[in-house]
T-cell receptor
């Protein structure tokens, strides 16, 4: 049973380009979370999605960032017109349900975005 | 506001015991998690506490006191592979019952021979 799969693992973009990060949750999981980790900082919640629905995007910047989780295919975190401050590790996590026992959220290996 | 505090760095000797503390102030409380994260890798789940007391799992134990807003992770019989960052995370009560976790900045543990 594959874990949470993220790609690309590493991405380099020039300022002003677009970055697309993909996340395939664990098999059978329909709840996806995106977190961002800046250097030397903790993970920060960005957005929570269920299939075809954004449930909570309170942690996502209002501009340039968007997320989706279509009926078919992976969840996508899209960053338009990237700036240097977007350089970070972006982690996707998934769970089988909203929240029950503590060990039901699983993280992917992250996508490291570097903006040059 | 929401705040999670844990020491930035700790060092310990192989075979020893180390305790990593975490204090929190959040809007309500619905569980505390500890994760281990090696450099460049995914956070991996270690423990979950929602009631006061000690949860033991092999070499790792986690303690929670909700009245004090305090938790610790205890690592016994340290091994070199335990060198990693340890992340404390709280699930606030307002989060609507989903995993909107508030993470501390992590404690970098270095285990030396």
């Amino acid at each position: 049973n594959a874990g949470v799969m993220q790609n690309p693992r590493h991405l380099v973009r020039r300022r002003g380009q677009e970055a697309r990060l993909r996340c395939s949750p664990m098999k059978g999981h329909s709840h996806v979370y995106w977190y961002r980790q800046l250097p030397e900082e903790g993970l920060k919640f960005m957005v929570y999605l269920q299939k075809e629905n954004i449930i909570d995007e309170s942690g996502m910047p209002k501009e340039r960032f968007s997320a989706e989780f279509p009926k078919e295919g992976p969840s996508i975190l899209r960053i338009q017109q990237v700036v240097r401050g977007d350089s970070a590790a972006y982690f996707c996590a998934s769970s089988i349900d909203r929240a029950s026992s503590g060990n039901t959220i699983y993280f992917g290996e992250g996508s490291w975005l570097t903006v040059v | 506001g929401q705040n999670i505090d844990q020491p930035t760095e700790m060092t310990a000797t192989e075979g020893a015991i180390v305790q990593i503390n975490c204090t929190y102030q959040t809007s309500g409380f619905n569980g505390l998690f500890w994760y281990q994260q090696h450099a460049g890798e995914a956070p991996t789940f270690l423990s979950y506490n929602v009631l006061d007391g000690l949860e033991e799992k092999g070499r790792f134990s986690s303690f929670l006191s909700r009245s004090k807003g305090y938790s610790y992770l205890l690592l016994k019989e340290l091994q070199m592979k335990d060198s990693a960052s340890y992340l404390c995370a709280v699930r606030p009560l307002f989060s609507g019952g989903y995993n909107k976790l508030i993470f501390g900045a992590g404690t970098r543990l270095a285990v030396h021979p």
